[in-house]
């Protein structure tokens, strides 16, 4: 055998050692491709996994719009405007104003419905969301070959254990759950919760309230803990006002002079649309060595008691000096007209 004969035997013999072994490569490859566990892991369980991750997401769009648009209709719906009819004939000015008061509280109690059906849109769209993905998270679990089985009855038990670890957790989504079933209180009405707590709804979830005093601070309220809550702004509102006059006034006619002011008061245009009925007097309240104090009433659309409340009693001063109504301490407390003259008297001495 010369050189070539044996190169040549060399070479054939490479060859066909490199071709079983790329045949041998292809051939694995192909075996780990084909093999159904691999297409299982690779393929299958992936592709099964995105489609219930679309799934959710898709409930999901479809529970907010079905919600959002059950919401938008209750409010496009609106409540009537309704009109008492008296057989009694009105002047065109007392028309005027008995339309603009029942307008003003027909915006009144729908902005308050608007304020709970967006509430209890909020709280549904999670319970919603909870709901979608708890069961998504379960399906992907049973896709990767987990048993949840246990999983489940381990929550059971978890969440009995949480029920006694975290009652007061629980007692804050129960409250917040009575609290919008039984519609307490809204966004945008002001609330007393006790502990000097009292100010404007911002916000409602199942576990918190928050409210805006009138110093704007914020407060996070647990519902659990609100043992009492006075809403100040639901239906209607009282303008309560004290007058204090002196003992030397003629108490009938002060009673009737405070009576024609304060009814003269609420029909200006500042306040008149807030003003429900027609202001009334109480009587008196208290009856000082030096002083009595007569008490008005007026009854307001919500929350605009303070309104109604801080106009009265920034013209009814002028009013009763007008009218001869003698207030308690004309020239200060604890010096007597004599003694400030003496005084003044003194001191031009000087």
Same mark, same amino acid.
């Given at each position: 055998?010369?050189?070539?004969? $044996?190169?040549?035997?060399?070479?054939?013999?490479?060859?066909?050692?490199?071709?079983?072994?790329?045949?041998?490569?292809?051939?694995?490859?192909?075996?780990?491709?084909?093999?159904?566990?691999?297409?299982?892991?690779?393929?299958?369980?992936?592709?099964?996994?995105?489609?219930?991750?679309?799934?959710?997401?898709?409930?999901?769009?479809?529970?907010?719009?079905?919600?959002?648009?059950? %919401?938008?209709?209750?409010?496009?719906?609106?409540?009537?405007?309704?009109?008492?009819?008296?057989?009694?004939?009105?002047?065109?000015?007392?028309?005027?104003?008995?339309?603009?008061?029942?307008? %003003?509280?027909?915006?009144?109690?729908?902005?308050?419905?608007?304020?709970?059906?967006?509430?209890?849109?909020? *709280?549904?769209?999670?319970?919603?969301?909870?709901?979608?993905?708890?069961?998504?998270?379960?399906?992907? #679990?049973?896709?990767?070959?987990? /048993?949840?089985?246990?999983?489940?009855?381990?929550?059971?038990?978890?969440?009995?254990?949480?029920?006694?670890?975290?009652?007061?957790?629980?007692?804050?989504?129960?409250?917040?759950?009575?609290? #919008?079933?039984?519609?307490?209180?809204?966004?945008?009405?002001?609330?007393?919760?006790?502990?000097?707590?009292?100010?404007?709804?911002?916000?409602?979830?199942?576990?918190?309230? +928050?409210?805006?005093?009138?110093?704007?601070? #914020?407060? =996070?309220?647990?519902?659990?803990?609100?043992?009492?809550?006075?809403?100040?702004?639901?239906? =209607?509102?009282?303008?309560?006002?004290?007058?204090?006059?002196?003992?030397?006034?003629?108490?009938?006619?002060?009673?009737?002079?405070?009576?024609?002011?304060?009814?003269?008061?609420?029909?200006?245009?500042?306040?008149?649309? $807030?003003?429900?009925?027609?202001? +009334?007097?109480?009587?008196?309240?208290?009856?000082?060595?030096?002083? *009595?104090?007569?008490?008005?009433?007026?009854?307001?659309?919500?929350?605009?008691?303070?309104?109604?409340?801080?106009?009265?009693?920034?013209?009814?001063?002028?009013?009763?000096?007008?009218?001869?109504?003698?207030?308690? $301490?004309?020239?200060?407390?604890?010096?007597?007209?004599?003694?400030? /003259?003496?005084?003044?008297?003194?001191?031009?001495?000087?």
């Amino acid at each position: 055998m010369n050189m070539r004969t $044996y190169l040549l035997s060399q070479d054939g013999s490479t060859a066909e050692t490199l071709s079983d072994a790329g045949a041998e490569t292809v051939e694995r490859v192909t075996g780990f491709w084909e093999n159904p566990e691999v297409q299982q892991w690779l393929i299958a369980t992936p592709l099964r996994i995105l489609i219930v991750i679309i799934i959710a997401l898709i409930l999901q769009a479809i529970a907010r719009r079905l919600i959002d648009r059950a %919401a938008d209709g209750n409010i496009a719906k609106g409540g009537k405007l309704s009109k008492g009819r008296s057989g009694k004939k009105k002047d065109q000015n007392a028309e005027v104003r008995d339309d603009a008061r029942l307008a %003003a509280m027909h915006r009144a109690r729908e902005q308050r419905r608007h304020s709970r059906v967006k509430t209890l849109a909020g *709280v549904g769209r999670s319970a919603a969301v909870l709901v979608i993905w708890t069961w998504a998270v379960l399906a992907i #679990l049973g896709e990767l070959g987990i /048993n949840v089985g246990p999983i489940i009855a381990s929550a059971g038990v978890i969440g009995v254990a949480l029920g006694f670890g975290a009652q007061s957790l629980v007692m804050d989504f129960l409250a917040g759950v009575f609290m #919008l079933l039984e519609d307490q209180y809204g966004v945008g009405d002001v609330v007393d919760v006790g502990d000097d707590i009292v100010g404007d709804v911002e916000e409602i979830s199942l576990r918190i309230t +928050t409210i805006r005093d009138i110093d704007g601070t #914020l407060w =996070y309220v647990r519902n659990g803990e609100i043992m009492r809550v006075g809403n100040l702004s639901d239906e =209607y509102s009282i303008a309560r006002i004290e007058v204090p006059v002196a003992l030397s006034n003629d108490m009938d006619e002060a009673w009737n002079i405070i009576l024609d002011a304060v009814t003269d008061i609420s029909n200006d245009p500042l306040i008149s649309e $807030y003003v429900m009925e027609t202001p +009334t007097v109480n009587g008196l309240t208290q009856i000082n060595p030096d002083s *009595v104090t007569f008490r008005a009433s007026v009854k307001t659309l919500p929350a605009k008691q303070w309104d109604v409340q801080r106009i009265i009693q920034s013209k009814l001063v002028n009013i009763l000096r007008d009218k001869g109504v003698a207030l308690p $301490y004309p020239n200060g407390i604890g010096m007597a007209p004599q003694a400030q /003259n003496i005084a003044t008297g003194e001191e031009n001495d000087h």
